[in-house]
């Protein structure tokens, strides 16, 4: 069992940043690959960003290329947000990955999740 608590979210204008954190507990972090998940109002749960256990592979949805990073330290994974968008608000959800799969787009890839932060941007 591993817990999940996020934190970080709140009200930016487009072109802000936010950094979202995520903070484990229960079991090794080390044994966990993260993700970063969002939902829309009326939309489903998509994937954001990935990091692996060692924190050396990421994976980066094309919406959030070249603005998003996702960095793990300690037992806490990060997603830096930067040059925000309104298409970027959304509830944000971390998860964990028990597996050694490569990659995890899929909510079904995951064990746990947090209960979410919410991300507002505004035009």
Do not use: H
């Not at 990421?58 to 330290?73: C, E, P, Q």
């Amino acid at each position: 069992q591993v817990q999940l608590v996020e934190s970080g979210g709140g009200l930016v204008q487009a072109g802000g940043s936010l950094r979202l954190s995520c903070a484990a507990s229960g079991r090794t972090f080390s044994n966990f690959a993260m993700g970063w998940f969002r939902q829309a109002p009326g939309k489903e749960r998509e994937f954001v960003a990935r990091i692996s256990r060692s924190g050396s592979n990421t994976y980066l949805a094309d919406s959030v290329k070249g603005r998003f990073t996702i960095s793990r330290a300690s037992n806490t994974v990060y997603l830096q947000m930067n040059s925000l968008k309104p298409e970027d608000t959304a509830v944000y959800y971390c998860a964990a990955d028990s597996t050694y799969r490569v990659s995890g787009y899929s909510t079904y890839n995951y064990d746990y999740w947090g209960q979410g932060t919410q991300v507002t941007v505004s035009s």
